[in-house]
């Protein structure tokens, strides 16, 4: 039997899907598709923002998810497929959902990326079953302000991340509750 949760996130996240237009859906099919969508979304976020090009050198991990798709109509949810990648290989591949309820009306996509700056957050990321985003590690969101006022020097937490290429209409985007997992590909 299918469980009510997982039936309500599919369902969400197909309407999600047709909400939103946009040609390129949130799950990529193959290991070689998170990749290239990866690379592409480091690109992009890189030539936009100097401090994520100058993290991606001190990192231990790099958590890359190039395309979340959110919708919600009074219940929410999210969901997007990515990689990590230490040392310049990508290690392992995982995705990103949330849900939730209150007033919220739309869809969207939008990619982000977290750099794990230490063994701590590393470890937790690979030694937990699901990483809830908000218990754990401290992530710090860096927003496009915020990010004129730091640098690699004065950066000490666990992790940064940067959320970009936002696309369609619904408001704001936390990633405060997304739980990360491990999947194979």
């Known amino acids: 039997m299918t469980h009510p949760r997982s039936f309500f996130l599919a369902a969400l996240f197909t309407v999600a899907i047709a909400l939103t237009g946009m040609p390129h859906s949130a799950r990529a099919a193959t290991a070689s598709d998170i990749q290239q969508d990866s690379a592409q979304a480091l690109r992009n976020l890189y030539k936009t923002n100097s401090i994520a090009a100058d993290l991606s050198h001190k990192a231990k991990g790099i958590l890359v998810f190039p395309n979340i798709v959110k919708g919600g109509f009074f219940l929410g949810g999210s969901y997007g497929e990515g990689e ?5 290989h990508v290690t392992g591949y995982y995705s990103s959902a949330s849900g939730s309820i209150g007033f919220q009306l739309g869809a969207q996509s939008y990619s982000y990326v977290i750099f794990l700056m230490n063994d701590k957050a590393l470890r937790y990321l690979k030694e937990t079953n699901g990483w809830e985003v908000g218990v754990g590690p401290t992530v710090v969101i860096v927003n ?37 997992s491990h999947i194979d590909r």
Not at 84 to 88: A, D, K, R, V
Not at 150 to 177: C, N, R, V, W
């Open 84 to 88: 990590l990648i230490e040392g310049g």
């Open 144 to 180: 496009t302000g915020a990010a004129k006022n730091l640098s690699t020097t004065t950066m000490k937490d666990d992790a940064y991340a940067f959320i970009f290429g936002q696309q369609g209409l619904m408001a704001g985007i936390s990633l405060e509750g997304s739980k990360i």
